[in-house]
């Protein structure tokens, strides 16, 4: 299992801004990896990328292994006709009931799934989100800040929950939070700017698969690691 | 909503009425051009049964033209919503239709079809019509890209769920533009009955034209602000109604 990105540069369409610029990264294996940036260096835009949802660069990104690619962001919404019991149960396929069962418990939201997604947190709208995104068939999944406005302890414990659940899947994901992406991630590619050669940088994470078991001095290096390399 | 509504066009309708009759005595005009104000009255009073019948037509037509134009629009906005070839067609067609008064081609139908009730509706249809399309098309193919998404990704987007999701999203916007066209369903049959009708209340304003009475015009316009209130009313709150039953 792997992706490949050789090579790319794009630049925004009718701007002279370029996002990358000869830029080269790769995932490889499953489990739960992180894009790592500051604001406007192109996360989303790699991962777009990533997801065939945006063409138009030059380069080239190659996968093994992974046809299903999947993409989900923070700012999406469930229609909101229905309830969100009602809508994952419409697009959760017949054999994927009970692990909705156990998201939905794992992720905290059984209260809320008679409720329409606008009466929801925005902790809560995003768990959901990446719920119905879980469900889905896929062996990358790509989340974008899909736990934002989630608290802390929450956020651990959906994270080990994914890794428990889905050992053979891939999952990118995209957060501000050095500390989280240190302690749970695998790879972290960190994404610098496009001035910057070469335009990632690749460290290992602590990767933990529990919570609490980690040896701080190990953390805090993996950490400076990410400054550094940013 | 009805009671301040009705209020309204009333207080805007004596305004104007008053306005009149101050011209009237400021330029010392004569009663055969702008009549006293006893003269309206009993005008009125002679008249308001038959023009309320007459209204009455005109109203039945153009809700029923209302209606069919909002029917046609959806048909053809859903079609026209797509980016393909098909899409740019029916928007470039709506485009250049809207753009010619429909006004100017109402006599080449009343020449066609002559002067019934088809001819009312079809010129009642056309004026509310196209605008209704164009507004019908920006809003459906206006893509709602934070619910479609999902959908998209895991390839379960069809055309029903498409327009289901952008209408749900903006029915705000299309409840008032349905409403908003009503008045125009009204113009419309009141210019076809205008031009060359036998019956409605344009053809009583265009009768009341010919015997210079200007009592029995501003009769008919009171009723037709009456009655083009309650029809809007009537809309407003379907309008209501279907976007509390959508949020609840």
């Known amino acids: 299992m792997q992706i490949e990105c050789q090579d790319i540069s794009y630049q925004y369409p009718q701007t002279d801004t370029r996002v990358f610029d000869h830029l080269s990264c790769q995932v490889t294996g499953p489990g739960f990896h992180a894009l790592f940036g500051q604001s406007g260096l192109g996360k989303t835009t790699l991962a777009r990328m990533i997801a065939r949802e945006l063409t138009g660069y030059s380069g080239q990104i190659q996968s093994r292994h992974i046809s299903e690619v999947l993409y989900t962001h923070n700012m999406e919404r469930f229609p909101g006709w229905a309830s969100i019991g009602d809508l994952m149960a419409s697009t959760t396929p017949a054999s994927g009931q009970d692990r909705l069962n156990a998201l939905v418990d794992a992720f905290g939201i059984q209260s809320v799934m008679n409720a329409r997604f606008s009466q929801l947190s925005l902790g809560q709208k995003n768990r959901a989100n990446l719920i119905r995104y879980l469900l889905q068939e896929f062996d990358l999944l790509i989340m974008d800040e899909s736990l934002a406005n989630v608290d802390e302890t929450t956020r651990g414990r959906i994270i080990i929950t994914l890794k428990t659940l889905f050992p053979e899947k891939c999952f990118l994901y995209i957060s501000h939070n050095m500390m989280e992406i240190a302690k749970f991630c695998n790879q972290i590619i960190v994404l610098r700017s496009p001035h910057k050669h070469p335009q990632t940088q690749m460290i290992s994470g602590r990767n933990l698969l529990h919570e609490n078991f980690f040896v701080m001095k190990e953390l805090e290096q993996t950490m400076l690691e990410i400054v550094h390399a940013s | 909503m009805l009671h ?245």
Request: charged content about 15%; hydrophobic content about 55%.
């Open chain 2, 4 to 248: 301040r509504r009705i209020q309204q066009f009333v207080l805007v309708y004596f305004l104007g009425l008053l306005s009149l009759l101050l011209v009237k005595y400021l330029l010392n005009l004569s009663d055969y051009v702008i009549p006293g104000p006893v003269e309206i009255w009993q005008t009125c009073k002679a008249v308001f049964s038959r023009y309320v019948f007459n209204v009455l037509d005109t109203l039945w037509i153009a809700v029923l033209g209302h209606i069919i134009s909002i029917v046609l629009a959806f048909l053809v906005g859903i079609v026209g919503r797509r980016n393909s070839w098909i899409g740019s067609l029916i928007k470039a067609a709506a485009y250049n239709i809207q753009a010619y008064p429909i006004v100017a081609v109402a006599p080449i139908i009343f020449i066609l079809l002559g002067d019934g009730l088809i001819t009312r509706l079809l010129i009642a249809v056309l004026i509310c019509y196209f605008p209704l399309l164009l507004s019908v098309i920006g809003i459906l193919s206006e893509p709602v890209d934070s619910i479609e998404h999902f959908y998209v990704a895991t390839k379960r987007m069809n055309w029903r769920l498409q327009v289901r999701i952008r209408a749900y999203e903006n029915i705000n916007k299309l409840t008032t533009v349905i409403a908003g066209s009503a008045t125009m369903a009204m113009v419309g049959t009141i210019v076809a009955e205008f031009i060359a009708a036998d019956a409605g209340i344009g053809y009583s304003i265009r009768t009341a034209l010919y015997q210079s009475d200007l009592s029995k015009i501003l009769t008919a316009l009171f009723l037709i602000g009456i009655s083009t209130s309650l029809y809007l009313t009537g809309l407003e709150w379907m309008g209501n109604v279907i976007q509390r039953k959508c949020r609840a």
